[in-house]
């Protein structure tokens, strides 16, 4: 059973610095591409990051562009997005994703087969 359990979000003021964790686990996690989508409240679901099987390529929103980082640990089973300078904007639940084929970088939610179970990240004064 394939199971991905996010980590890390929290109420933290603009301009903070958040780690966001992904678990996996029941896949064979280091060959496959993963992504990090979020959605706000009244809003779609939206892409964020994304990172190929080995961590060679990256993708990001142009909104997070220069702030964010998504990285992984494959001996882990673990991939991260580090938020820098929160922004009250940046406020949405954070869902974690594995997509179970390709190579490259995937930044479409139709490309993800597996998603966890979110997170909420609140960013306000």
């Known amino acids: 059973q394939v199971q991905l359990i996010e980590s890390g979000g929290e109420l933290v003021q603009p301009g903070s610095s958040l780690r966001l964790s992904c678990a996996a686990s029941g896949l064979f996690f280091s060959t496959l591409p993963m992504g990090w989508f979020r959605q706000a409240p009244g809003k779609e679901r939206e892409f964020v990051a994304a990172i190929n099987w080995n961590g060679a390529h990256t993708s990001y929103a142009d909104s997070v562009k220069g702030r964010f980082t998504i990285s992984r640990n494959n001996a882990e089973n673990t991939f991260y997005l580090q938020m820098n300078n929160l922004r009250p904007e940046d406020t949405a639940v954070y869902y974690c994703?594995?997509?179970?084929?390709?190579?490259?970088?995937?930044?479409?939610?139709?490309?993800?087969?597996?998603w966890g179970q979110g997170t909420q990240v609140t960013v306000s004064s």
């Open positions: 994703a594995v997509r179970q084929s390709g190579n490259y970088v995937h930044t479409e939610e139709k490309e993800y087969n597996y």
